[in-house]
């Protein structure tokens, strides 16, 4: 307990990734990779608050080409991301994790609705809290939902576990020459246009100071190896040495 780098943690995991090789659906055999390490950090006394996409089952206007609406589309991306927390919350229950699920939008029967002293209460006690539903507004990401709740719990990072192992110069599948980077600045991942985050995201973490680590969620074992300390990924922040 005591070699923990990261205390309090913020546990960004894409809808897509929990969709497995298909990227779409639930594959639980990832679900419980995921969580069974989740629950390990848990154990070790990390606080662990989790946001998660809903790509695996909606995609905002991606998936509804036939629909010109953007708010409702990202409502049901937000319905969508309450799935997934469900999912999470099952199998981590299971590992005999006590976990809070909250959502931005209120749905009382199934979850607790978002209160940050609430949310940081349950952390105190060791639960794993999981946020769903976004911000509860449309036009802003779960990466943007990620950094909010980041700011608001005082997490000491955030990790964004991706289908990708860190920031490169390019992207990795398009461009061979790509380079990764070991550490990088907010201010160069906005003039550089690279797809850590979306930009929003990306300036709000920066105007708070939130380090982001990116890294591949394809080993789950990342997720304790970086609270630890070990240099996995790719760190963003105010400033590289």
């Known amino acids: 307990m005591s070699d923990l780098k990261y205390r309090r943690v913020l546990l960004k995991v894409?809808?897509?990734?929990?969709?497995?090789?298909?990227?779409?659906?639930?594959?639980?055999?990832?679900?419980?990779?995921?969580?069974?390490?989740?629950?390990?950090?848990?154990?070790?006394?990390?606080?662990?608050?989790?946001?998660?996409g809903g790509g695996n089952f909606w995609r905002g206007l991606k998936d509804g080409k036939g629909m010109k609406e953007r708010v409702r589309a990202d409502h049901m991306g937000m319905l969508a991301t309450a799935?997934?927390?469900?999912?999470?919350?099952?199998?981590?229950?299971q590992k005999g994790v006590e976990v809070r699920v909250q959502t931005a939008i209120e749905m009382r029967s199934i979850a607790e609705p978002y209160v940050r002293s609430r949310a940081i209460r349950h952390l105190e006690k060791?639960?794993?809290?999981?946020?769903?539903?976004?911000?509860?507004?449309?036009?802003?990401?779960?990466?943007?939902?990620?950094?909010?709740?980041a700011a608001e719990i005082d997490a000491d990072i955030i990790l964004l576990a991706k289908n990708v192992d860190g920031v490169y110069s390019?992207?990795?599948?398009?461009?061979?020459?790509?380079?990764?980077?070991?550490?990088?600045?907010?201010?160069?991942?906005?003039?550089?246009?690279?797809?850590?985050?979306?930009?929003?995201?990306?300036?709000?973490c920066m105007d708070n100071n939130?380090?982001?680590?990116?890294?591949?969620?394809?080993?789950?074992?990342?997720?304790?190896?970086?609270?630890?300390?070990?240099?996995?990924?790719?760190?963003v922040k105010e400033e590289v040495k």
């Open 83 to 93: 799935i997934n927390c469900l999912a999470l919350a099952d199998v981590l229950e």
């Open 14 to 52: 894409s809808g897509e990734a929990l969709g497995g090789e298909a990227g779409r659906g639930l594959d639980f055999d990832v679900i419980d990779k995921v969580c069974g390490v989740v629950a390990r950090c848990a154990a070790e006394g990390a606080q662990v608050g989790i946001v998660v």
């Open 170 to 204: 390019a992207d990795p599948l398009k461009d061979p020459g790509a380079v990764k980077y070991d550490s990088i600045t907010y201010d160069d991942v906005l003039a550089r246009h690279l797809g850590v985050m979306d930009s929003t995201a990306t300036s709000l």
């Open 126 to 149: 060791g639960r794993v809290v999981i946020f769903g539903c976004g911000t509860g507004c449309p036009f802003f990401s779960t990466d943007t939902t990620a950094v909010l709740r």
């Open 210 to 235: 939130i380090p982001i680590i990116l890294f591949a969620l394809k080993d789950p074992e990342n997720i304790i190896r970086v609270i630890h300390g070990e240099k996995i990924g790719t760190i």
